[in-house]
């Protein structure tokens, strides 16, 4: 094998008591995708962002083509041509897309910045991404997966040796993941070494050479994908066998919960849609296609503008998060951050936001409301906190997610709405968020799980619904659902077909 172009050994790094890596290693070679894998908490993100020198490791040496680093903070890492993308992108959103990505690196003529120049340069850079963006677009008018893309375009203007990729697909569709590792191929055949966190397998053995596994900030191992299979690497990174991943509850649906007819907002068109106690429907479609927006329409968060609604057999027009709640229907959205939690609360205040829509107008909103609501919706999660008085902001992201979703548990619908319930959640507690799902179906609860992860819809889902410009196009069965089928109907192909 080549001699590497990057490499960490022997690595640790503490934070006061907290040992978040231990004897931990990483090697990337020239013209090699290699996946960095694990658990959250065991310390991937750490050791990229060592490796990207924003962090000074305690312990440890860092090589670059056999020559020690000593000096590495992220000015000189770019210097030497490492690149990283974080999984949240790092925008400002009052600037341009040209600008973001262009930041810190603006062409200066006769003393002012040159904005033509910066706006072809990205406008370059852009097309590698083959992403039809102007670059004077204002990133706040972008939805979360283009800013991404945006985030890796930013990463590419000094045309890295080495580039660091943490939960960069997260908020990506099938079809912007796929031009995504289409551009790290081109990458890897000029001989650009590249690191990945991801915690879809799919994405791992599909595109990487090898991968590193790291569990509680220890080095595990290093396996060649040709020479491995997923049962084992889902073993090196939990330190167990996971027999029965999906955790499908076979429940014969009970009577209709929610019905939709021909329902329209915005971009959205004519929805007919049934839901009944004990089924899980999902819904696929590429960004855009409506799946989010079909959400928060039944949520409340924006409302229907045209058609009828009937939630247990009743005409409803829900107008507000609050009144949806009241009905027995609960709302996890994609952006947990943004929209879903308070980063600086409690997991006990998180877990009572739920609540508080069933007060009456001026009732205090007290300790043993928000600690109740909390122990009821976190029953069967598994959520690893030291104490539920720790804000929310220390958990690692599947413990997060895990709290946003007591959240609405604590209320106890009888429907409940999950937006990319699984989106930068480990795979372990990916496996807790299903056993979860499957013990709630068996219940009675109805669910209704919009994802861009087709292996999960077609693991966890009773129906599933693809949505293409706003509009149901397909209404599948799990028998008649597989992921060609899907990517058929989602990517518009059956226009073709019908032309």
């Given at each position: 094998?080549?001699?590497?172009?990057?490499?960490?050994?022997?690595?640790?790094?503490?934070?006061?008591?907290?040992?978040?890596?231990?004897?931990?290693?990483?090697?990337?070679?020239?013209?090699?995708?290699?996946?960095?894998?694990?658990?959250?908490?065991?310390?991937?993100?750490?050791?990229?962002?060592?490796?990207?020198?924003?962090?000074?490791?305690?312990?440890?040496?860092?090589?670059?083509?056999?020559?020690?680093?000593?000096?590495?903070?992220?000015?000189?890492?770019?210097?030497?041509?490492?690149?990283?993308?974080?999984?949240?992108?790092?925008?400002?959103?009052?600037?341009?897309?040209?600008?973001?990505?262009?930041?810190?690196?603006?062409?200066?003529?006769?003393?002012?910045?040159?904005?033509?120049?910066?706006?072809?340069?990205?406008?370059?850079?852009?097309?590698?991404?083959?992403?039809?963006?102007?670059?004077?677009?204002?990133?706040?008018?972008?939805p979360l997966g283009r800013r991404q893309l945006v985030e890796i375009a930013k990463a590419l203007v000094d045309r890295p040796r080495v580039l660091?990729?943490?939960?960069?697909?997260?908020?990506?569709?099938?079809?912007?993941?796929?031009?995504?590792?289409?551009?790290?191929?081109?990458?890897?055949?000029?001989?650009?070494?590249?690191?990945?966190?991801?915690?879809?397998?799919?994405?791992?053995?599909?595109?990487?050479?090898?991968?590193?596994?790291?569990?509680?900030?220890?080095?595990?191992?290093?396996?060649?994908?040709?020479?491995?299979?997923?049962?084992?690497?889902?073993?090196?990174?939990?330190?167990?066998?996971?027999?029965?991943?999906?955790?499908?509850?076979?429940?014969?649906?009970?009577?209709?919960?929610?019905?939709?007819?021909?329902?329209?907002?915005?971009?959205?068109?004519?929805?007919?849609?049934?839901?009944?106690?004990?089924?899980?429907?999902?819904?696929?479609?590429?960004?855009?296609s409506g799946r989010s927006a079909l959400l928060r329409t039944i949520a409340g968060v924006k409302k229907a503008e045209a058609g009828e609604m009937?939630?247990?057999?009743?005409?409803?027009?829900?107008?507000?998060?609050?009144?949806?709640?009241?009905?027995?229907?609960?709302?996890?959205?994609?952006?947990?951050?943004?929209?879903?939690?308070?980063?600086?609360?409690?997991?006990?205040?998180?877990?009572?936001?739920?609540?508080?829509?069933?007060?009456?107008?001026?009732?205090?909103?007290?300790?043993?409301?928000?600690?109740?609501?909390?122990?009821?919706?976190?029953?069967?999660?598994?959520?690893?906190?030291?104490?539920?008085?720790?804000?929310?902001?220390?958990?690692?992201?599947?413990?997060?997610?895990?709290?946003?979703?007591?959240?609405?548990?604590?209320?106890?619908?009888?429907?409940?709405?999950?937006?990319?319930?699984?989106?930068?959640?480990?795979?372990?507690?990916?496996?807790?968020?299903?056993?979860?799902?499957?013990?709630?179906?068996?219940?009675?609860?109805?669910?209704?799980?919009?994802?861009?992860?087709?292996?999960?819809?077609?693991?966890?889902?009773?129906?599933?619904?693809?949505?293409?410009?706003?509009?149901?196009?397909?209404?599948?069965?799990?028998?008649?659902?597989?992921?060609?089928?899907?990517?058929?109907?989602?990517?518009?192909?059956?226009?073709?077909?019908?032309?």
């Amino acid at each position: 094998m080549s001699t590497p172009t990057l490499s960490a050994t022997g690595i640790r790094k503490t934070f006061g008591p907290t040992v978040a890596l231990d004897a931990a290693q990483a090697v990337l070679h020239p013209g090699e995708i290699h996946a960095l894998m694990g658990e959250n908490g065991s310390g991937k993100s750490t050791l990229l962002t060592i490796l990207a020198g924003v962090q000074q490791p305690d312990q440890g040496t860092i090589t670059l083509d056999g020559r020690v680093l000593d000096d590495l903070t992220p000015a000189t890492a770019r210097s030497y041509g490492i690149a990283v993308v974080s999984q949240e992108p790092q925008m400002a959103p009052a600037l341009t897309v040209g600008e973001n990505i262009m930041l810190g690196r603006l062409p200066v003529r006769a003393g002012k910045v040159d904005w033509r120049a910066t706006h072809l340069r990205a406008a370059e850079v852009l097309a590698e991404l083959h992403l039809d963006i102007d670059p004077r677009t204002p990133v706040s008018a972008l939805p979360l997966g283009r800013r991404q893309l945006v985030e890796i375009a930013k990463a590419l203007v000094d045309r890295p040796r080495v580039l660091l990729l943490d939960e960069a697909t997260s908020s990506l569709d099938e079809a912007e993941t796929r031009t995504l590792f289409g551009l790290l191929e081109r990458m890897k055949a000029a001989g650009c070494a590249i690191a990945f966190v991801s915690h879809r397998m799919t994405e791992v053995m599909d595109h990487a050479d090898r991968a590193t596994v790291l569990r509680d900030g220890q080095y595990i191992g290093t396996r060649t994908l040709r020479e491995t299979d997923e049962r084992e690497l889902v073993s090196m990174m939990v330190g167990r066998d996971l027999k029965s991943y999906w955790h499908k509850a076979e429940v014969s649906p009970g009577d209709r919960l929610l019905r939709m007819v021909r329902v329209s907002r915005g971009a959205l068109k004519s929805i007919d849609l049934t839901v009944n106690a004990g089924e899980i429907v999902g819904l696929a479609g590429l960004v855009g296609s409506g799946r989010s927006a079909l959400l928060r329409t039944i949520a409340g968060v924006k409302k229907a503008e045209a058609g009828e609604m009937f939630f247990a057999g009743h005409s409803v027009r829900i107008e507000s998060p609050r009144q949806a709640r009241r009905l027995g229907i609960g709302y996890v959205p994609e952006d947990r951050k943004g929209e879903g939690l308070v980063m600086h609360w409690s997991l006990y205040r998180n877990a009572g936001l739920s609540r508080v829509a069933a007060l009456k107008a001026l009732a205090p909103v007290t300790g043993r409301i928000d600690r109740a609501a909390y122990d009821a919706g976190t029953q069967g999660l598994k959520v690893r906190t030291s104490d539920p008085r720790q804000a929310v902001s220390e958990l690692s992201g599947g413990n997060q997610q895990k709290v946003l979703i007591a959240r609405e548990l604590a209320i106890t619908p009888r429907l409940l709405l999950l937006d990319e319930p699984t989106r930068g959640v480990d795979v372990g507690a990916k496996e807790d968020i299903y056993a979860q799902i499957a013990e709630l179906v068996k219940g009675g609860m109805g669910l209704i799980i919009a994802s861009s992860e087709l292996q999960e819809l077609l693991g966890v889902c009773d129906r599933i619904l693809v949505l293409y410009q706003g509009q149901i196009v397909a209404d599948l069965t799990a028998a008649e659902a597989d992921e060609e089928t899907l990517a058929y109907w989602a990517s518009g192909a059956h226009e073709i077909g019908a032309a």
